[in-house]
């Protein structure tokens, strides 16, 4: 047998370094948190947090450093970022659940992993039913955490640890960044990531300030941002947006929810290199803008017929917020629309399940993908006619290679499948069969919607079978990193070589 077959050299040592420096930078943003608990005079809830942060450093320190001197290979290629890329989510979300658990805001290991892992890959599906309860420190910490996941884990260390630029930068960005290609917008990798989290940072700031003009209070204005551009959904508030009910922040959060679900690389462009050709020739964007405005239309037509608002004005609001907020997989919602008929619920799904565009921080299989498909089925009706006509997929005036689109096609089929076995599984624990796969097509597209008698409520996740919120927890994870990045280390091949 060992003849036969043998295993990849896969560098572990370096994956366990490189661990090790990704723990110690989330254990500086433990400090923040710990800072805001402080200032609110939550002092059980801070020490929690130093707590967690000196547990998360020491523990990244020894990873980082205890074997420095006795391994010298500091190689990463692509099976090493995949692990690595793979990895640092789970163990981010172990170490992002301590604070839940010292500071008993869940009862056990798996609501707090579940809650950990819902933050950091932005999806926003929550077991906690009272979050007015919970101290400040810890819905700071929920919303960080998303901001945190929204751009990249990854992208972030890149950002601030140019060293991984050359040891593998490019395989991690692949891995990490969502997309159909994964184009730079700078000539290096760790430019692009400094690039990137610039804009993330600089649109936070800018909604910040402008929340404040609002009903929120800084710290609500605040974890709303950071949940906002995200495009995570954790609110502050039990009843959401609803708790406020301003036109103007209901505005303001659109307006940075859609343009989150935007390709980051066109808003470089644009508000960095000042160009607006992108905003022109984009087909993608054109798509994503021409979904929303079907979606607001129908639903507004919708909610007027059944007469579902008290006025018109509310009617144009709920049918604008939630469909930006389905299609960007943010998860506010201004309105219970479970309520509101099936024909609304059903076009929400739709648009849950494509999402925005790639390169940008929502979820979904993204309306890039989409594009795609159905430029390729167009091309392939027309052969059904013109069997020996020579027609490829094209975007932006470019041909799209054929081997791009049969992975899009391979993506979108798996997508389909993975949501349908998540169901499955769920109906297993007696959960509904629609109620299931609603779940299932919200965990893996990140978006955090409940549905039914068991989710749908107050109560949320939390009345999920413990086997359900790992399986969801899964999904999430497999969402975030869109499918490939890993699945493909459950395959043999990963491992072992012919």
């Keep these: 047998m060992s003849r036969l077959f043998s295993t990849y050299h896969i560098n572990y040592m370096m994956v366990i370094r490189v661990q090790g420096w990704l723990l110690m930078v989330e254990s500086l943003f433990l400090l923040l948190p710990a800072a805001v608990s402080t200032y609110y005079g939550e002092q059980n809830v801070a020490f929690a947090f130093l707590a967690t942060f000196l547990i998360t450093a020491a523990c990244g320190c020894l990873m980082a450093f205890a074997f420095h001197n006795r391994f010298r290979d500091t190689s990463m290629h692509k099976r090493e970022g995949i692990l690595l890329t793979s990895v640092v989510w789970v163990v981010f979300s172990i170490f992002g659940m301590l604070p839940l658990l010292f500071t008993s805001t869940v009862s056990s290991i798996t609501d707090a992993f579940f809650e950990s892992m819902s933050g950091f890959t932005t999806t926003g599906a929550s077991v906690i039913s009272d979050v007015e309860a919970l ?3 810890i819905l700071f910490w929920r919303s960080l955490s998303q901001w945190i996941g929204g751009m990249g884990i990854i992208l972030f260390t890149l950002a601030v640890l140019p060293m991984l630029n050359y040891k593998g930068g490019v395989t991690l960005f692949s891995s990490e960044v969502t997309g159909i290609t994964h184009e730079r917008i700078r000539p290096r990798v760790n430019q692009t990531a400094k690039s990137l989290w610039m804009i993330y940072f600089v649109m936070s700031v800018i909604m910040f300030v402008l929340l404040l003009f609002g009903p929120m209070n800084w710290f609500d204005a605040l974890c709303h941002t950071l949940s906002t551009v995200s495009t995570g959904g954790f609110s502050t508030m039990n009843d959401g ?23 980051f690389s066109i808003i470089y462009a644009v508000f960095v290199e000042h160009k607006i050709k992108p905003l022109k020739s984009n087909v993608t964007l054109k798509w994503y803008l021409g979904v929303i405005l079907f979606g607001i239309v129908a639903i507004f037509c919708r909610v007027e017929y059944m007469d579902f608002c008290d006025n018109i004005s509310d009617s144009i609001l709920y049918s604008v917020f939630d469909t930006i907020s389905a299609i960007t997989s943010t998860g506010f919602s201004t309105i219970d629309y479970e309520e509101h008929g099936q024909f609304v619920f059903f076009l929400l799904l739709i648009l849950m399940f494509f999402g925005g565009m790639a390169g940008s921080t929502s979820g979904g299989a993204k309306i890039d993908r989409f594009v795609v498909m159905v430029k390729n089925l167009k091309n392939e009706m027309y052969k059904t006619i013109n069997p020996n006509a020579v027609r490829s997929v094209r975007l932006e005036s470019k041909s799209v290679p054929r081997s791009v689109v049969d992975k899009v096609l391979a993506f979108l089929a798996i997508y389909v499948l993975i949501i349908v076995a998540g169901a499955l599984f769920l109906t297993l624990l007696g959960i509904p069969a629609f109620d299931a796969l609603f779940n299932s097509l919200s965990a893996i597209s990140n978006i955090g919607f409940g549905y039914g008698e068991l989710t749908g409520g107050i109560d949320k996740f939390a009345n999920l079978p413990d086997v359900a919120k790992w399986m969801l927890a899964f999904e999430m994870l497999i969402g975030r990193l869109e499918l490939f990045t890993i699945l493909v280390i459950f395959t043999r091949n990963f491992w072992i070589k012919d």
């Design 135 to 137: 101290p400040r420190g």
């Design 241 to 263: 947006l609803h708790y406020w009910h301003n036109y103007y922040t209901d505005a303001v959060i659109i307006f940075f929810m859609l343009l989150c679900g935007v390709n």
